[in-house]
């Protein structure tokens, strides 16, 4: 994004808004609030028009000096038409996101989903500008959920009906029964920490009751990523598990699109850290075909939650600026 204008750009949460003020690429404020999405779509927008109002007023412009506003949303995303087809965790379905929020901010919006929007930042701005002479990577994000993005030959590639990268919705486990079977339900954190609930439940030693003072309501990726740096057996079980699961829904993407890099981010990859990625790359070179494609870059993301932030505003400016 060569361009010294502000953009305003926003990833839009189950639970929370991340928000920022971006220049050719950096965040120059921040900010977040809470979604309270059980409010209804025009509360939701009220809060996202007050958090606007705050992160321009922090970073020092007057609201007619912003270019923009980009905004990654969760779920089945309409980029051409800014409609959310369907996010589970905000109860929207067919909602005219760009519209309802184009008119109460009086700026121009796009839409995107949300991990295609964290992956363009990444891309952009982020591990992306290391990779060696790549114009495509898929991008996995893996946090509440586990999501993806797919950039092709430098575009953000959607899909015929604007579900690519929903990686997370694979069946990785064809024999399992449901709930046990897609990606989501192996690395995700809500599944994670349900089934680390059920076995400490059921006598299974931890260190994770004295992490979260026996609060398992608590256990979130900090929790995780101590319990990893204790060496809990069965934590460090249920991850190698997940990551491995990762591992192979990746190695088969790869095996079907030729990838030449993959970019891991979302709460719980950015938590755990390097050692998350090795077990991820060490399940990808076991499953992956040919062997030529072992040359596959497989990075963690550096923009951690800044990513959806700088690349729903690049975005914006990238797709404003050619409509213009």
């Known amino acids: 994004m060569a361009s010294d204008a502000p953009y305003l750009g926003l990833d839009l949460g189950g639970t929370n808004i991340q928000g920022g003020v971006v220049v050719d690429g950096k965040v ?20 996202i028009v007050k958090l606007c109002e705050q992160l321009v007023e922090e970073a020092g412009y007057k609201k ?36 309802a929020l184009g008119d109460a901010v009086k700026w121009p919006v796009t839409v995107d989903n949300d991990v295609n929007v964290a992956a363009w930042g990444e891309y952009r701005a982020g591990a992306g500008r290391k990779l060696k002479k790549t114009d495509s990577l898929l991008a996995v994000w893996c946090g509440t959920g586990v999501g993806g993005g797919i950039v092709l030959h430098d575009e953000l590639f959607h899909g015929a009906r604007f579900t690519a990268g929903e990686i997370g919705h694979t069946v990785v486990r064809s024999g399992a029964g449901r709930g046990r079977r897609t990606l989501e339900d192996l690395a995700g954190r809500n599944n994670l920490v349900a089934t680390l609930t059920r076995l400490i439940d059921t006598g299974n030693p931890s260190t994770m009751p004295d992490i979260v ?13 101590a319990a990893l740096a204790q060496d809990d057996p069965l934590t460090c079980e249920l991850l190698r598990q997940a990551a491995t699961a990762v591992g192979h829904a990746v190695a088969n993407a790869v095996t079907l699109l030729s990838l030449p890099a993959v970019v891991l981010g979302g709460g719980v990859s950015d938590a755990l850290g390097e050692r998350w990625v090795r077990w991820v790359r060490k399940a990808f070179d076991d499953a992956v075909f040919p062997a030529v494609l072992r040359e596959t870059q497989v990075v963690a993301g550096e923009l951690g939650d800044d990513a959806g932030v700088v690349g729903s505003a690049m975005l914006a400016h990238e797709r404003l600026t050619a409509d213009g």
């Not at 779920?75 to 409609?83: F, L, P």
């Open 64 to 99: 007619n000096e912003i270019a923009g506003l980009g905004i990654g949303a969760p779920g089945a995303v309409d980029h051409r038409r800014g409609t959310v087809i369907k996010a589970v965790n905000l109860g929207w379905e067919n909602y005219a996101l760009s519209e």
């Open 28 to 47: 120059l404020v921040r900010d977040s609030t809470k979604t309270k999405a059980a409010e209804g779509a025009e509360a939701v927008i009220k809060r």
């Open 213 to 225: 003072d026996g609060d398992f309501g608590r256990i979130r990726s900090k929790a995780l990523a």
